[in-house]
């Protein structure tokens, strides 16, 4: 069965500290897809990156950057210069093997980050 | 790209009556749609998942005459909750999914929720 880890259940920082949010998964599948959703107080999940079992490239993108590592199972977040609005919870999730319409998604327990000023 | 909306985004409602919630996918079409519960400070829980113009499979412990799903079109999935009660309150959040091959297929997108409560 599949499962997604999310060790650390609360994190707080204060503004511009650098922050990574963990992430480890199992999987018996040998192509799957990671991803990491980013839930604000106001509660709607907004996508962050999709990743691929394939792809281990580290990938950037403004502040944000992800570390997936198929050695160690793990897909980290990191939060470079943090800023207030970086609060809400973060999920990181494991899909099946398609990549197809009907993939379900293991979400993890969430991480909640709070950026104090 | 990829906007799927919910609607209401709240609503109280007295126990016994139905409440219906729908979803729709503004700027794609989605071939499934997936319903989710979420409890306070807990993960999402699928409820069930649908795809256009067939049954919804739900999950193990969900019952479907309770929650009822329905995906008439490749743009709308409702969500129908049954004779509500107190213990169904919960935040309800739907999410789309496009076609196969094509950009950003695989890739669940979200609704805003739901926030439901039962008196």
């Known amino acids: 069965a599949q499962k997604v880890t999310q060790a650390q259940t609360e994190i707080s920082v204060v503004e511009k500290e650098d922050v990574t949010l963990d992430c480890v998964y199992e999987?018996?599948?040998?192509?799957?897809?990671l991803f990491w959703y980013k839930q604000p107080p106001s509660g709607e999940l907004v996508f962050l990156i999709r990743?691929?079992?394939?792809?281990?490239q580290n990938e950037i993108s403004g502040r944000y950057s992800w570390n997936f590592q198929k050695s160690t199972s793990s897909f980290n977040f990191t939060i470079t210069a943090s800023q207030v609005v970086d609060s809400a919870v973060y999920f990181c999730?494991?899909?099946?093997?398609?990549?197809?319409?009907?993939?379900?998604?293991?979400f993890g327990e969430g991480t909640q980050l709070t950026v104090n000023p | 790209g990829a906007v799927v909306s919910q609607h209401p985004s709240r609503v109280i409602c007295k126990s016994g009556t139905s409440v219906k919630i729908e979803c729709r996918s503004l700027?794609?079409?989605?071939?499934?749609m997936f319903w989710y519960r979420q409890f306070p400070k807990k993960s999402l829980m699928l409820m069930a998942t649908?795809?256009?113009?067939?049954?919804?499979?739900?999950e193990q412990g969900v019952e479907k005459d309770k929650f009822l799903i329905n995906h008439a079109s490749l743009t709308l999935s409702t969500l129908t909750v049954t004779s509500a009660h107190p213990e169904d309150s919960s935040f309800y959040i739907c999410?789309?999914?496009?076609?196969?091959?094509?950009?950003?297929?695989?890739?669940?997108?979200f609704g805003p929720g739901t926030r439901l409560l039962v008196l």
């Open positions: 999987t018996r599948d040998t192509t799957y897809y």
């Open positions: 649908s795809n256009e113009g067939s049954k919804a499979t739900y």
């Open positions: 700027d794609f079409q989605a071939t499934t």
């Open positions: 999730a494991l899909s099946e093997e398609r990549e197809t319409s009907g993939s379900r998604l293991t």
């Open positions: 990743r691929n079992s394939f792809d281990e």
């Open positions: 999410s789309a999914t496009t076609f196969p091959g094509t950009r950003g297929s695989g890739t669940q997108y």
